[in-house]
């Protein structure tokens, strides 16, 4: 790999544009409605529009909320990065007691993923990313900077004292278990790095440090 390629690929701490949070929150509202309205047809959720900081340009992502589709059936959303839009499959979540309230967060949290990937630089250079089926799913840099931001959001909404002490202890050990309950769902992933990538270990660490206690 050349040395321009490699800064191209490089993880980074993906910044958001100021209003993307709402814009997340309506087009999840969105979605909990489609799914306890039982509909069928593929419907268009709405647009995510914003000022992609990295090229400082207007963004505009496209949001389609499908039916149940079975060639998609372990995805719950998925951004396409040679159309730029973002497809939601509501359908397809495994919650065994699903209530407007979980679901949304549910939803949002995997949105949260997506528009990641929507805001990230290296998917803003054209092609850059085919080719890549050979490199580990979890070890793309696109993949940890998402489930990064995912991992964020996930304790900003969970926020209380308990979880923050519990974030602080884990962030000067290296014990999983003392992980805020709230990242249980995350914690596979996490595990994984441990072992097979430690530097995102560190860097996830640093960020959750920089973002809620530095
Ligand atoms: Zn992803």
């Excluded at 309205?37 to 909320?65: A, D, R, W």
């Amino acid at each position: 790999m050349n040395w321009y390629k490699k800064i191209i690929l490089s993880s980074k701490n993906i910044q958001f544009p100021d209003d993307i949070e709402e814009q997340i929150d309506e087009i999840s509202n969105k979605t909990v409605e489609y799914y306890f309205s039982q509909q069928n047809e593929k419907i268009f959720g709405g647009t995510f529009n914003f000022i992609n900081p990295y090229n400082n340009q207007l963004n505009s992502i496209p949001t389609i909320i499908h039916p149940f589709t079975i060639e998609f059936k372990n995805t719950i959303a998925i951004f396409n990065p040679q159309k730029r839009i973002l497809s939601i499959f509501p359908y397809h979540h495994n919650i065994k007691d699903i209530n407007p309230s979980n679901f949304f967060n549910y939803i949002k949290s995997y949105i949260y993923h997506e528009i990641t990937h929507a805001i990230d630089p290296k998917f803003l250079i054209e092609d850059w990313w085919r080719n890549r089926q050979d490199v580990d799913y979890l070890l793309r840099e696109e993949e940890f900077d998402a489930y990064s931001k995912q991992i964020e959001q996930t304790i900003k909404n969970n926020i209380n004292d308990i979880n923050i002490e519990n974030l602080k202890m884990w962030l000067k050990t290296d014990n999983t278990d003392l992980m805020p309950g709230c990242l249980k769902d995350h914690l596979d992933i996490i595990q994984y790095w441990k072992i097979n990538k430690p530097i995102y270990m560190k860097k996830l660490k640093q960020r959750l440090y920089n973002f809620f206690i530095g």
